[in-house]
């Protein structure tokens, strides 16, 4: 029996290329590039689900938290709602450690966000290209301790502070953007290899086939035509409104 013959659109074929693009780059990335989330005792599942669903859009490698409080209400069913809808968690590690300090990874910078006196503002801070983020819990600050490790400390400029899950996607959206904007010139790298519709396809849900029409031109009207061919053909040309003057 003869094989099956697949035929795929121009934008199918497009977008397969450039997620075997981005494969390769980032595979290529994997010794330059390094991202950890860090939690102080986070206190609800539905926080840290979220966290989990933020580090799977934006390709943390790994997360890790201290205290009981999160096990204890997860294991009393008290999330009201399932956020990690991406099941991030599966890929991504999630790790109860007992010091943040000690977990952090060799050759990567401790970097602190939480609103301590003195911190950068996140739009004019530069993300390492190695780094382990650490967030404060809902209903505190990070310790002491791991803000004088910290090789800095980074605060998202708001009115109010924001929810715990809401500032690990803030963060980790700037330092995309940054990157974005830095290897905007580098065809090899992940960001750059794999953008705009085709990113969006890979990335969207399965019923999602919305897209954004280009508007077209208004044509005109077939009698606003017609009436514009009769009118030019008599109106009289400059050749019939001539004198012409012989010599006798």
């Known amino acids: 029996m003869?094989?099956?013959?697949?035929?795929?659109?121009?934008?199918?074929?497009?977008?397969?290329?450039?997620?075997?693009?981005?494969?390769?780059?980032?595979?290529?990335?994997?010794?330059?590039s390094a991202v950890f989330i860090g939690l102080v005792n986070p206190k609800t599942p539905v926080n840290v689900g979220g966290i989990m669903r933020a580090s799977g859009c934006y390709g943390v490698d790994g997360v890790f938290y201290t205290g009981r409080r999160y096990e204890l209400a997860a294991r009393s069913g008290a999330a009201q709602y399932h956020v990690d809808t991406k099941d991030a968690g599966e890929r991504i590690p999630l790790t109860g450690v007992t010091s943040l300090l000690a977990a952090i990874p060799a050759d990567t910078q401790l970097i602190c966000v939480d609103l301590v006196v003195g911190a950068t503002p996140l739009p004019d801070f530069v993300h390492p290209a190695k780094a382990f983020y650490v967030f404060g819990?809902?209903?505190?600050?990070?310790?002491?301790?791991?803000?004088?490790?910290?090789?800095?400390?980074?605060?998202?400029?708001?009115?109010?502070?924001?929810?715990?899950?809401?500032?690990?996607?803030?963060?980790?959206?700037?330092?995309?953007?940054?990157?974005?904007?830095?290897?905007?010139?580098?065809?090899?790298?992940?960001?750059?290899?794999?953008?705009?519709?085709?990113?969006?396809?890979?990335?969207?849900?399965?019923?999602?086939?919305?897209?954004?029409?280009?508007?077209?031109?208004?044509?005109?009207?077939?009698?606003?035509?017609?009436?514009?061919?009769?009118?030019?053909?008599?109106?009289?040309?400059?050749?019939?409104?001539?004198?012409?003057?012989?010599?006798?």
């Open 2 to 32: 003869l094989p099956r013959v697949m035929h795929m659109t121009d934008d199918e074929r497009v977008t397969n290329t450039e997620v075997a693009n981005t494969e390769l780059a980032s595979e290529q990335m994997l010794d330059t």
């Open 137 to 248: 819990p809902e209903d505190g600050t990070i310790g002491q301790e791991i803000i004088d490790k910290a090789n800095a400390v980074v605060y998202v400029p708001t009115v109010g502070c924001m929810n715990l899950a809401a500032s690990v996607n803030v963060l980790l959206y700037d330092r995309l953007a940054k990157s974005h904007r830095e290897a905007a010139s580098l065809t090899s790298s992940l960001v750059t290899s794999l953008s705009g519709d085709a990113l969006i396809r890979q990335s969207r849900d399965n019923n999602n086939r919305t897209r954004v029409k280009v508007p077209r031109a208004p044509r005109k009207p077939r009698h606003a035509e017609a009436s514009s061919l009769k009118s030019s053909s008599l109106e009289p040309s400059s050749s019939d409104n001539a004198i012409v003057i012989t010599a006798a």
